[in-house]
Nanobody, 122 residues
Framework: VQLVESGGGSVQAGGSLRLSCEAS????????IGWFRQAPGKEREGVSC???????TYAESVKGRFTISRDNAKNTVYLQMNSLKPEDTAVYYC?????????????????WGQGTQITVSS
């Protein structure tokens, strides 16, 4: 099982980045795929989730700025991040679980990616 993230980097506040998460080694279509992030000195928090069963979920802090989507033909999930803020700086992790998005942020996740750094400067 692999979840491979790409698209991280550094950007100035107000800028945009798009993260990608390519999945392999499991029944991709059965799983909810989401993103978590962890800033230095803080706990890991849920950012967004997408599922064929119950749609999408976003943390309040990113609603209206981030958009999650999936390309099932490519087994890839994207996180488009616009209007980035310094407080979005963190390591972003892709995650996959059989749980629906409604509870995704609170379950023990089956699979994790290695993480990718996002740094937003003011």
């Amino acid at each position: 099982v692999q979840l491979v993230e790409s698209g991280g980097g550094s950007v100035q506040a107000g800028g945009s980045l798009r993260l990608s998460c390519e999945a392999s080694g499991f029944s991709y279509g059965d799983y909810s795929i989401g993103w978590f992030r962890q800033a230095p000195g803080k706990e890991r928090e849920g950012v967004s989730c997408i599922s064929s069963r119950d749609g999408t979920t976003y943390a309040e802090s990113v609603k209206g700025r981030f958009t999650i989507s999936r390309d099932n033909a490519k087994n890839t999930v994207y996180l488009q991040m616009n209007s980035l803020k310094p407080e979005d700086t963190a390591v972003y992790y892709c995650a996959a679980d059989l749980a629906m998005c409604g509870i995704f942020f609170g379950v023990v996740i089956d699979y994790w990616g290695q993480g990718t750094q996002i740094t937003v400067s003011s």
